[in-house]
């Protein structure tokens, strides 16, 4: 059962190395996520998932230990996903995606070490139905299921913006903060995914797994950071 939840963005400017000067721009956004991590391991889980978007390649499950790097960006840094097992060897294999690197990396910050951590990849394009039925089955896989989710909102919020100005962005991200922030399963399950598509939100499938995980579950929201910087919507959510 779904005991708790973190939604946070997962840029890799989120990591102050890879953001360098500009890191003091995202100190709030980055506070925020460590407050979500902490709902967390107020929950006291006996299974930690994390989820975030990533392409056919990345779809894991990554084991605890998995690697990740930043060396890709041109940043000397390496993550794992939690505590690597003393076995190191078991942890081996493919790095982590971008997204999951990210979550590594808050884990690391929060000195995590309040339940086992396994990592997902979901693809932008798994249907809403399978996103939903991949949630359900992640729900009943634990008594006390936690979920740290991963995942950015639209990227069309200004001209600015990696996918340019779309006046459809902003509605698009005002419908998935209200959701996220009242922990609103079924409106997070009525997101539109083509749309979610053509604004590149790549949050979109990981939000609708989290609410296949929650339906039923309970749990109460609170939105603790809504912003675009870069024209990029990035929402931090706990529910518990």
């Keep these: 059962m ?12 989120l990591v102050p190395e890879v953001a360098a000067g500009a890191a003091p721009e995202l100190d709030g956004l980055r506070a925020a996520c460590l407050d979500a991590v902490a709902v967390l391991a107020a929950a006291r889980p006996d299974r930690l998932v994390v989820l975030g978007s990533a392409d056919v390649t990345g779809r894991g499950p990554y084991p605890q230990g998995a690697p990740g790097s930043f060396r890709g960006l041109g940043v000397d840094l ?13 942890a081996d294999g493919r790095a982590l995606p971008q997204s999951l690197a990210v979550a590594a990396w808050l884990l690391e910050r929060t000195q995590w070490t309040g339940a086992p951590v396994e990592g997902l990849g979901v693809g932008e394009e798994l249907e809403p139905e399978r996103c939903l039925a991949a949630g359900r089955e992640l729900a009943g896989s634990a008594e006390r299921l936690a ?5 950015d909102g639209s990227a069309c919020r200004t001209v600015k913006a990696p996918g340019y100005l779309d006046e459809r962005a902003e509605p698009f991200d005002a419908m998935a903060a209200r959701a996220l922030g009242a922990a609103d399963t079924a409106a997070l399950a009525a997101l539109d995914a083509e749309l979610a598509y053509e604004l590149k939100a790549a949050g979109r499938a990981p939000w609708q797994v989290l609410a296949g995980a929650g339906e039923g579950a309970g749990l109460s929201g609170a939105l603790l950071y809504d912003e675009a910087p870069y024209g990029v919507g990035y929402y931090v959510a706990g529910w518990s």
Excluded: E, F, T
């Design 147 to 151: 979920l740290l989710v991963m995942g």
């Design 78 to 90: 390496d993550v794992r996903l939690g505590k690597a097992p003393q076995d190191v060897s078991a």
């Design 2 to 13: 779904l005991v708790a939840a973190a939604v946070c963005p997962c840029p890799p400017l």
